[in-house]
């Protein structure tokens, strides 16, 4: 009897086993794309940092923003300087900082008629402010909170509203990489 049920055992192991199904493709990281020589995009982050290129000012960084951003039919609905308003409350910003939005309509759009409940997440921001380097000195970045990465807190998203976040994600980081240059 102690045989038998050795062996049953047994038999219920190996066939356990090749009940385990191996790993299969995944389907592919919503995420969008990056330039040639722009960092790769961290999955695990809802946020895509750039820092400025040396020489490109505060100003060149706006300027670069809003006509870079208006050739590619985004709007700047707002802005919101949260450095001054520290300074307001007498405490030291330590460098710029603030937040601008961006929209586009069209693309956004065919997120919010899916999901309406994105637009928690709408108008996409990105943050200009300055960090200490390793040798304690102001450098200004430019950082993207990521449409994909917030399209994640929507269960089910649907098909169109992955390709319109993917897309605003592109354009978006297309726009970091020319204000980052000061390129207009």
Excluded: W
Aim: aromatic share 6%; hydrophobic share 40%.
């Amino acid at each position: 009897m102690n045989k038998a049920l050795l062996i049953f055992s047994l038999l219920l192991v190996i066939n356990a086993c090749s009940l385990v199904k191996p790993d299969v493709a995944r389907e592919p990281q919503l995420i969008g794309t990056v330039r040639a020589g722009m960092p790769a995009i961290d999955p695990t982050t809802g946020i895509y940092e750039l820092q400025v290129h040396d020489g490109v000012s505060y100003q060149d960084v706006v300027d670069s923003l809003k006509s870079v951003s208006e050739g590619m039919n985004f709007v700047n609905p707002a802005n919101f300087p949260i450095g001054e308003h520290i300074k307001k409350r007498g405490i030291d910003p330590q460098g710029i900082k603030e937040v601008r939005s961006f929209c586009s309509l069209g693309l956004g759009t065919d997120i919010f008629l899916d999901h309406p409940e994105f637009l928690v997440f709408a108008p996409c921001r990105i943050a200009i402010y300055e960090k200490p380097d390793a040798q304690h000195k102001l450098k200004l970045f430019i950082a993207l909170a990521r449409p994909t990465f917030d399209l994640k807190s929507i269960k089910n998203p649907t098909t169109r509203a992955k390709k319109a976040a993917q897309e605003l994600e592109t354009n978006l980081l297309e726009i970091m990489d020319k204000a980052s240059k000061g390129d207009i």
